[in-house]
């Protein structure tokens, strides 16, 4: 079984755009407690390079380390465990919520810009990009970002996600290269 009701909402999105191939490199970030890995395991990708504020039980051949992806350490020592760059860079993280609308806001805002940023900086070219962001999130500047660097940039609900949640997920693919 999976350890996250989550890694349903990764099979529906590659279900449909088919990106955990044999051979692919993967980074999963907010990994915590690992179904994502799991099921890129499972598709049969070459080898995921993890990150999570709290601690992951050992999934090999999987690297996951306990570090906050805004450490600027935290990025390349990603890439070092990976032993090579990227094809696929995942984002399930989610801050914990402090109840204050527009802080919890701009935290939300902050990550998943660090997980794109960190993403045109690290994909081969052809990469792809999937990030947890939420509906009425100020992600209308991402997106147009985002557009510059992808050849597609589309939003999904998969059908996992609870429908009274506001969350969405941002896929990009075809990375154009830098
Ligand atoms: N995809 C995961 C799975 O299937 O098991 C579930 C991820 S859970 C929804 C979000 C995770 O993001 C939490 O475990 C949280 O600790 C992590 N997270 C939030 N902020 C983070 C940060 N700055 N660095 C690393 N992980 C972070």
Redesign the pocket.
């Given at each position: 079984g999976?350890?996250?009701r989550?890694?349903y909402k990764?099979t529906e999105i590659d279900d449909r755009l088919h990106f955990l191939k044999p051979g692919a490199r993967v980074i999963?970030?907010?990994?915590?407690?690992?179904?994502?890995?799991q099921v890129a395991l499972e598709r049969g990708v070459k080898q995921v390079a993890g990150?999570?504020?709290?601690p992951v039980d050992p999934l090999p051949p999987a690297h996951i380390v306990q570090?906050?992806?805004?450490d600027p350490a935290c990025g390349p020592k990603l890439i070092e465990l990976l032993g090579g760059p990227p094809d696929v860079v995942l984002s399930?993280?989610?801050?914990?919520t402090v109840g204050h609308r527009q802080t919890d806001h701009l935290r939300i805002v902050g990550?998943i810009e660090a997980a794109a940023d960190f993403a045109v900086q690290v994909l081969k070219p052809g990469g792809v990009f999937v990030a947890?962001a939420f509906q009425g999130g100020e992600t209308t500047a991402l997106i147009a970002e985002l557009k510059r660097h992808f050849a597609d940039v589309r939003n999904v609900k998969p059908k996992a996600s609870r429908s009274d949640s506001s969350e969405v997920y941002l896929v990009a693919t075809g990375f154009k290269g830098r």
């Open positions: 999976y350890r996250s989550a890694a990764l999963d970030l907010g990994a915590a407690p690992g179904g994502w890995t990150v999570d504020l709290l570090m906050d992806f805004t399930d993280m989610a801050p914990n990550l947890k």
